[in-house]
């Protein structure tokens, strides 16, 4: 859960009997979501947006189910991307708000799609950072290493160590390893340990179940893009390592979406060029969702 600031309420829900911990900050009458990410970390990483848009809107977070204050589920089929949907919706009843902005950043774009294009009268608008969706091949180095998940390997080097087998043997090396591919940027050391600290929170054994949890096809994610009613912005450095660039770019082509296009950055812009994103936040919200 998120440190700073403190938050005006907070509280815990059932959500498929699944403990979830949300946070609500802020007293502004149009409300905004943030929503989690891969469960390798909490609702921490919205760190640098929370102070920044609490001060015009409600803003809403909650932890997703396997990290933080949140309740970690051992079963695959817990961590389908429509629970993580589930949940949203679930917290947002929880705390009477009925339409709210939504921000997803990586594997969070899964259930923000979801969210936007099955629920278009809740959502009045999306942003989406560094979108991990199923549109195209991954990075080339990625591709045998996830191919290769479940088969134990003589050495573990680069994108071999996603692998189930080294994250049982080494899971500290691996949160150092694939978030340094998340900061690609020079200087990120502060922010990687962040994230290391947040992914030393939850086990490898959650992290397996993420991975073998139900996806997002590819097929029902082009349908939910290109239905895709509410006005949405997408956010995507031109140094990601970890989802590439063109995964944006399609999914704010079938969408209809502005698109903004980060030069130098990595995976996790909202979070090392902070001031860029919030600026790129608040000319969109301006625009469509504007606070009072």
């Not at 989406?128 to 996830?146: K, M, N, S, T, V």
């Amino acid at each position: 859960m998120l440190r700073i600031p403190k938050p005006r309420a907070a509280g815990d829900i059932a959500s498929d009997g699944v403990r979830i911990h949300y946070q609500v900050f802020g007293h502004g009458r149009r409300a905004i979501l943030l929503l989690p990410t891969w469960s390798i970390v909490h609702s921490d990483f919205w760190r640098q947006q929370v102070p920044h848009l609490a001060t015009r809107y409600t803003v809403v977070s909650f932890d997703g189910r396997g990290n933080g204050a949140s309740e970690r589920p051992g079963a695959a089929s817990a961590y389908a991307e429509r629970q993580f949907a589930d949940d949203a919706l679930a917290v947002l009843d929880e705390v009477g708000i009925e339409r709210a902005a939504i921000v997803s950043a990586s594997q969070g774009g899964c259930w923000g799609l979801i969210l936007a294009a099955t629920r278009p009268g809740r959502v009045p608008a999306a942003v989406f950072i560094a979108p991990d969706l199923p549109f195209g091949p991954p990075h080339a180095e990625q591709a045998p290493a996830y191919a290769a998940f479940d088969e134990p390997q003589a050495r573990y080097e680069g994108w071999s160590k996603w692998n189930r087998h080294y994250w049982r043997e080494d899971w500290p090396g691996f949160l150092e390893f694939f978030f340094s591919k998340c900061f690609t940027e020079p200087d990120s050391e502060r922010e990687i340990e962040h994230f290391v600290g947040m992914g030393l929170e939850t086990t490898p054994e959650v992290i397996i179940a993420t991975v073998e949890a139900p996806a997002l096809t590819e097929a029902d994610a082009k349908r939910f893009a290109a239905s895709l009613a509410c006005p949405a912005l997408v956010i995507h450095g031109d140094h990601d390592e970890v989802t590439p660039l063109p995964c944006g770019q399609e999914l704010a082509r079938l969408a209809g979406a502005d698109l903004a296009v980060l030069p130098g950055s990595g995976h996790e812009p909202h979070c090392r060029s902070p001031a860029d994103v919030n600026r790129l936040l608040d000319e969109f919200l301006a625009r469509h969702y504007a606070a009072d």
